[in-house]
């Protein structure tokens, strides 16, 4: 059986949405690579890194990874468990009237000048609202199209992602505690046992980690959490039960922190994302 699979969940004129899963068996960087189109990737489970010559991305549910067409790089997989990734491809015109300027690079050729951007909890909830629409057959093409539209323009506006700005060294130990997060998202860490898996003292790796990212660690790791929460919740009856295999104190903490990320409680999601 292949470690790797792709389902075509819509395919139109405008947008093309793929469900990418690997099984991520090989820890080592893989063979290089070539993207064979301009593609944005929305991880939604697991962790994988994306290394694309001296710059590495870590790819996980807090993420948008840009493939640019003709580009080679090459993956790894720190963390065992697979991964699995919505990728759209959006056609050339409307992706150039969608991406803001700043993030494309010049000429003709359409590539993005980042290997990644962070996204906010509503992009997230779109990324999922998308994906179950689709794979239960209950988002029509007009629909779906029109969410995904929405959710490029989301993942890409200067409101509602971030860039960093930090040199290579912040953005290593950064990656870093993203994949002692991405390990056990359950775990209630201590900063003093994170900074004694990265290296670095606690008030250091803080500073850092939101200069990086732009918000606080303990956000991330909730955002982290929360990610999984919504590609989990059509299969969970009993909410309490999945808030706490999530590191939640109980349903009143998993609900309270799913309404402020996502506007909505998590039942009212699992039913937006079950049915029209």
């Known amino acids: 059986m292949s470690d790797f699979s792709v389902q075509t969940l819509l395919n139109t004129a405008t947008v093309t949405v793929r469900d990418v899963c690997c099984a991520g068996h090989c820890r080592h960087q893989s063979a290089e690579e070539c993207a064979g189109a301009t593609e944005l990737v ?110 490029v323009q989301r993942a890409l506006g200067p409101r509602t992602s971030h860039a960093s700005d930090a040199g290579i060294a912040p953005q290593r130990l950064a990656d870093r505690v993203k994949l002692v997060l991405a390990s056990d998202l359950s775990r209630r860490w201590t900063l003093g046992e994170i900074a004694a898996e990265v290296g670095g003292s606690p008030v250091y790796l803080t500073q850092i980690f939101r200069k990086v990212e732009g918000i606080p660690l303990y956000r991330y790791q909730l955002r982290l959490r929360l990610a999984r929460a919504l590609e989990l919740l059509p299969q969970y009856d009993d909410l309490t039960a999945l808030g706490l295999e999530l590191g939640f104190s109980g349903h009143s903490h998993f609900s309270a922190a799913f309404r402020e990320a996502y506007g909505r409680s998590p039942s009212e999601f699992r039913q937006a994302a079950m049915a029209h």
């Open 42 to 151: 929305f991880p939604y489970r697991g962790v994988y890194a994306r290394h694309l010559g001296r710059d590495q991305a870590i790819a996980e549910a807090n993420q948008v990874l840009f493939f640019n067409a003709g580009e080679s790089y090459r993956v790894s997989h720190p963390v065992m468990g697979g991964d699995a990734s919505l990728s759209l491809f959006i056609s050339k015109p409307v992706l150039r009237e969608l991406a803001p300027k700043p993030l494309l690079r010049e000429g003709n050729r359409l590539a993005f000048r980042r290997q990644r951007l962070r996204i906010d909890p509503r992009t997230q909830a779109l990324v999922a609202l998308l994906r179950h629409g689709l794979r239960q057959g209950i988002a029509q093409p007009l629909e779906a199209e029109s969410v995904a539209l929405t959710l």
